[in-house]
């Protein structure tokens, strides 16, 4: 913004008719010149009119032609960026509206729908459905402002050049525009020739566009670059655009009109990002809404006013706090509603990968609602300057407008929550990253700012510890089911309370002490956000709960490693010491023999299983955490936010996706390119947290001698105090909670008299009931009405970022007084198979069943001691019905380990997929020297119940009711002497249980069996 500044007030100082009083003022710049700017204007020797005359130096409004007063000024590249903005929120918005309102109707086509078809095209999101149509065509009509603008600016720039060439390019572009609302406001089920017409004549006045733009374009090299780029993609899709579209039309080929659809929104894509270039370009332009008459000006300014001014100079100058090594109430209040923040952010985050997942896993297969992902890269917009310093200057209120997340429990519709869930993401993450720019090249504030969003990130594990690993706080939680979200949500409002008073009294709170430094792009742009993306994605899929690690080196039993109680404490003391070591030294993030250290660490975890793939993973936990400060620091000082921080967060996405990648490939476009990859998942987070450290080491490098000139600004010097005494109260919490939770392991079964158990095999769909709820509590209850004290549980890992980093077993367990092996670990790329029992596991093993095609299937053989006899239990999930051939696989080496590595009695609880005496049964059955539990209940599909070796008393079919997807299949047995016959003595009749009492229970259990 240019202003009558302190130049121009000089040269008039100079000029004839100018009398001697102002003359000083040429000494008093002078002595701020010399002083490097770290005089106050709190100083003696300048007395107040001097102030005055500096403040109106600084913010006076004269326009610098001396005609009348500038009330606005802009640079002409926010023209290009409100355009950019504009159009892109204009279709991304109605495709997200569309696909939360209309997914199946719009991917349907006049051939095929859902799940042929899974991705709408441009015409079907943006001109069929209210309300998308509608809002797309209100943001088209917004966005014709700055296009309009664009065009005129555009022409202004190139048309110095001695030819009519940039007069024809405009009227192309005039053109084009126009062409561009007949498609958008006449929509093919209007007119459809009309809408063909005006979109193909817009796509041909593309041509001349581009290459005219090109043509005449100024000398900027970086800009054409980035033309030619843009152009080449744009024009590259249009060969693969229209072959998909004649396999569609012509051919008729499923999901060829989705790929044409991806295409088509590529176009979109590229073609406005060609025209956002111009802001390259129109950097040199200024705009500006001048006053001529003087009528804006007003009454004259009072005392009061012009010390605002000069309170305004004080804080532009960028001058320290006085600061102080006394514990302040103030400070400290608003250091804990900084950490809830914190907490709030990361509760907010963890729960989109949730609630996301609920669709696909009903759908069994890609929604839609997937795009919600997307609502992460809401920070891209903070390269507009306006909306950024808005939410830097207001951030209790966008904190508060972020809470939609957590306050959206109160939905009952799983896909309008979503929504909301996303709209919360979009504001908080932007809220984060807009005060972390804000802080650019103020350390202290950053180091206190990081601090508290990691202090944020340890109250979160703290929370989920003391509620069996679901946050409290997440949609997917109310009243019935553990949800603590009124006290959340209260706590939260005050926080934001706090953080809104707290900005207004700032002001009167400070004293300037140091100057404000020149902002200077430093660093690289990609690096720090490669950084700043492989560290996010570490502290999500790896400490966003403390269990997750410990089940990564979980191996069964006997135990030989650590157990999520009490070791989860142990997690987050790491984390809680990684936090204090930044606030000590912020060299970590700078130091190559750390990050080697790390790089060996993160080898060791996810090979090696037991204590000292523990140990890997709490070394890597302490380096993850001090990088933090590091980090944001760096991509702030970049001074690129909507790149950086974008362009971060979008590499974010990618490693989400690469996540769940690893064990959905059999569900996933180009799934078997990482089918079990997680090693290269691993080795490119720390390949990005290797460019973080680079460019880290590079600004520290380039600012040594700007720290010798400059120094810190830190707003109190007792931040770190404040954060070594939240993270001893969170410490101390974790242990109580520990030592609450330390099993007392003298389960007892429940008919220990008869020697009597009850086994069950249950599908449980990753805890969440068919309503979006966390279903472990109704879990819990219909496994203790059943009385099992044996059940396997199956597709119950969900240690991904996706499915929240939950321990579905914990609550179950504990609450049941039951050993808990959770199987397979996340780094073993199956759904989970887990067991469950009263009985002491004496002996676990975790097998991979061959799976050359399809998703991968865990089974569990454990050794159990059922009333002193070892009976053997085996827990499988085999694959899906697509695959025959894995799961014939399956079922022979299934077969084979009860045939050949158990000689004692077992039980079989499975999920086989395939008919009674059809199929891969007779394996399963007569290879494997087993009984059905029932063979005349033909009507089974996948669980299946098998015995040998105990006496079967009883069977029976429960519904799940909502809960899940599955019944659960139980059977009673009782253990039998070594020497005594086993198996069937008749084959009883069966009938269907539904959801039904204990008591009730037990007369169907009359019912169903032969009594002995």
Known sequence: MTSYNKTDLLRLCDSPGHTAPHRPLRELDARFRSSQHHTSLDDPAIDQPQAELLATMSSSRVDKNGVGITLLSASGKWVAHAHTALAYTAFVGCLLTAIALHYKKIVKNEFYGYPEEWFPSVSATIGDWFPERNLFQVLIAVTSGPRFALIGLWYLLTSHRNTKLPAIVACVGLLRTITCGGWVYITSSDNHDWHDIFMISYLLLTIPWSFGVMAVSPVNPRAMKLRKRMAACFYGVIVPLVYFFIQHKVHRVPGAYTIYAFLEWSLILFDVGFDSITALDFDTFELRVVDVAGKSAGKPETKGARSAEVEKVKKEKGYVYAQTNAFSKNEALDFVADCYHGFVFWTTLTSLGVCVWYFPLWNMGISGYEAMLVTTLAPVFLGIGPFRRIIAANPGVFHLLSLIAIVSYRIENPAHRLMCVGAGVALTTSTWCAIFQSLRGKDGEMERMSTAWGIGLVMSNVVKYACFSNNPLWPIMNGKTGGWNKTGIVLAVLACVRTIVRQRR???????????????????????????????????????????????????????????????????????????????????????????????????????????????????????????????????????????????????????????????????????????????????????????????????????????????????????????????????????????????????????????????????????????????????????????????????????????????????????????????????????????SKFPILNSTHHLLPSPRGELAPAIHATLDVYGTWVDIIVSHNGQEENPEDRFQQTTELARIMREDSDRPLVFLGYVVTKPHEGNYPILIDDAHMHDIEPEDWDRWCEYVAFRGVKRVGYARVSRGTITDTEIQTGKFVVVDADAEGGMEAVPSYRRVGEVWPAILWVSFLFLSART
């Open 506 to 836: 700032v002001g009167e709170q400070t004293t300037v002490l140091e100057g404000k430094k020149k902002q200077e792009k430093t660093g690289s742009v990609f690096f720090a956000a490669c950084g700043l993306a492989g560290l996010l994605f570490a502290l999500q899929s790896l400490l966003s709960d403390s269990t997750t690690m410990i089940l990564w080196v979980w191996d069964g039993f006997p135990v030989r490693g650590p157990l999520a109680v009490p070791h989860g404490a142990v997690t987050m003391i790491a984390m809680s010491v990684g936090i204090i070591l930044s606030t000590l030294s912020n060299g970590f993030g700078r130091n190559w023999v750390f990050y080697t250290i790390a790089c060996i660490s993160t080898f060791f975890l996810h090979k090696v299983p037991g204590w000292f793939g523990y140990y890997g993973a709490l070394i890597l936990t302490v380096y993850l955490m001090s990088l933090i400060p590091e980090f944001f620091r760096s991509a702030a000082t970049v001074n690129k936010p909507g790149r950086t921080f974008g362009l971060a967060w979008l590499f974010y996405c990618l490693f989400v996706l690469a996540h769940v990648w690893v064990v959905a490939y059999e569900f996933v476009p180009g799934g078997p390119l990482l089918r079990e990859r997680t090693d290269l998942v691993l080795t490119f987070m720390m390949g990005f947290i290797g460019l973080g450290v680079y460019n880290a080491t590079t600004l520290h490098g380039q600012s040594k001698q700007a720290q010798a000139k400059v120094q810190p600004m830190k707003a109190s010097n007792r931040s770190p105090a404040y954060g070594k005494s939240v993270l001893s109260i969170l410490c101390a919490a974790a242990i109580a909670i520990a030592y609450l939770r330390f099993p007392t392991y003298d389960f007892k079964p429940y008919h220990p008299e008869e020697k009597l158990f009850t086994a069950g095999i249950w599908t449980i769909h990753f805890g969440l009931d068919n309503d979006m709820w966390a279903s472990e509590i109704r879990m819990r209850d219909a496994i203790r009405d059943l009385e099992l004290d044996v059940i396997g549980l199956l597709e119950s890992d969900n240690q991904r970022i996706i499915m929240g980093n939950r321990d579905l077993t914990q609550r179950v367990a504990e609450e049941l007084g039951m050993y808990a092996d959770y199987g397979p670990g996340p780094n073993k790329h199956t759904w989970g198979a887990a067991l469950l």
